[in-house]
């Protein structure tokens, strides 16, 4: 008795450690970025920086603008869902209730190892496959509008479909877990009722899975609005407006591309980038957290 008392105390005050230190972590980065961020708000302005449409860091006369940035981050993100979301939910149910054994074994590990494959690949993927497949369709579209910038097929469909790929495997690999742990009585009960096995999915065994699918989109978007690299592949490096053929650039595609030769003032508004991504990030997630906890309360 005395030595399972003991393991459990030193489990306890283990874990209680992890959490203080995750808590500190948290509140470190919160305050590291206050503090980097806040000075070229303060230069610059909260309105000219936070809605200012001109981006030119190194004229004559700087100017410092993320508004369409901001758009296109938030525009990019919410596409990017709206096309990943769907295609994952559903290979989450067949994973989980409609494939059979033999497919399941061979598209499970398939999806497992989308979610190792590095995001560089997926850019390279990206400029390899999607760009000159987007360029063409450029052409087609625009060849009788000379006044439209040609961008050979970096542009902000490219980034959409790649975000919408990337997050594909977290959306689906948590979304066929949570789908799985529903209880075979709920499953039961409805077939009992007269129910089809997809009307059984889709109005009984979903919605008892909605909490683990609501946390699969939270990580999904995290990963699209946190993603750089594979973005900066395929987007372009314009600051416009994301309109589906306009060379774009993301709140982190900023930072990466300029962070390596700013200074001054410059250093300080790429930081102020941050903050925002940061606080956007932050307030997302809390306020998703409390739609699954009212959700998991009804």
Partial sequence: MGKKYMSETIAKVVF????????????SITVYMIRLGTPALLEVGVIDLLFGTEWKPTAG???????????????????????????????????????NKKLVNIVQPAVELLAAVPSVIYGLLGIMILKPFMYQLELMIYKDAPEHQFTGGANFISAILVLAIMILPTVINISASSIRAVQPSIKS????LGATKIQTIFKVVLPAAKSGIMTAVVLGMGRALGEAMAIAMVAGGAVNLPLPFNSVRFLTTLIVGEMSYSSGLHREALFTIGLVLFVFILFVNIFLTRIIKKGEAE
């Avoid at 989450?92 to 409609?98: C, N, R, T």
């Fill in 61 to 99: 006369e700087p100017v410092f603008g993320i508004f369409y940035v901001i758009l296109t981050s938030i525009a990019g993100t919410v596409m990017a869902l709206l096309i990943g979301v769907p295609v994952g939910l559903l290979t989450a149910v067949f994973l989980a209730e409609v494939g």
């Fill in 189 to 192: 009960a409805s077939l009992a």
């Fill in 16 to 27: 209680t450690i992890f959490a203080i230190v995750a808590i500190v972590a948290v509140c």
